[in-house]
Nanobody
């Protein structure tokens, strides 16, 4: 019933900015609290990027993107990840996800978006 639909990926050049969106349907107060973003490069595990409550009262970032990426929401059904000063090493499949609490661990997330490719050229 819960669906997370992502958009906004694509090919950009180093130094560019890009914003990803994640539209959530079927959300209720008791099935998600933390909205997170992860990424996965080929041959690697899913790396934590950011997590936020829907009102952005709590926001936490992974060290590799702290200061460059920002998570936000519209307070209703959409979560965003604004990515600034992109680097080739940011190239990966990006996923949004929902958990019942704030967490940095992918295993704690119960719902996942379909993923979207972000490729940063040099």
């Amino acid at each position: 019933q819960v669906q997370l639909i992502q958009s906004g990926g694509g090919l950009v050049q180093a130094g560019d900015s890009l914003t990803l969106s994640c539209v959530v349907s079927g959300r209720t107060f008791n099935n998600m609290y933390g909205m997170g973003w992860f990424r996965q490069a080929p041959g690697e595990g899913r790396e934590f990027l950011a997590v936020s409550t829907w009102n952005t009262g709590i926001r936490t970032y992974g060290e590799s993107v702290k200061g460059r990426f920002e998570i936000s929401t519209d307070g209703k059904n959409t979560v965003f990840l604004q990515m600034n000063n992109l680097r080739p090493e940011d190239t990966a499949v990006y996923y949004c996800a929902a958990a019942s609490f704030i967490s940095r661990e992918a295993a704690n997330y119960n719902y996942w978006g379909q993923g979207t490719q972000v490729t940063v050229s040099s």
